[in-house]
């Protein structure tokens, strides 16, 4: 029932932004804890962002300061501002929907989005 649909991915060069969004349906994402996880070429998972029911964050070290996380309760809708995009960031990016209202920063949450690709080259 639970679905998650990310969107605002594409080609970015770098140094520049990109806001990707995460709305869901089937759940009330105020009562829950949100993440974004992203997934470089032939790397592993790694977790972006994350945002508690409340409003706590945290973010991987190599994106403070360039990425935020926010969310909009009313509209169901999760966001990732990328500001001064590196080549390293090109990845698969995945929404996810924890389990309770505070992230668990060793796993992902119970529910996936399809992810959204982010290409950041000259």
């Known amino acids: 029932q639970v679905q998650l649909v990310e969107s605002g991915g594409g080609l970015v060069q770098p140094g520049g932004s990109l806001t990707l969004s995460c709305a869901a349906s089937g759940t009330i994402i105020s009562l829950y804890a949100m993440g974004w996880y992203r997934q470089p070429p032939g790397k592993q998972r790694e977790l972006v962002a994350a945002i508690s029911n409340y409003g706590a964050t945290n973010y991987v070290d190599s994106v403070k300061g360039r990425f935020t996380i926010s969310r909009d309760n009313a509209k169901n809708t999760v966001y990732l501002q990328m500001n001064s995009l590196k080549p390293d960031d090109t990845a698969v990016y995945y929404c996810?929907?924890?389990?309770?209202?505070?992230?668990?920063?060793?796993?992902?949450?119970?529910?996936w989005g399809q992810g959204t690709q982010v290409t950041v080259s000259s």
């Open positions: 996810t929907r924890y389990s309770g209202s505070t992230y668990n920063l060793r796993i992902g949450g119970e529910y």
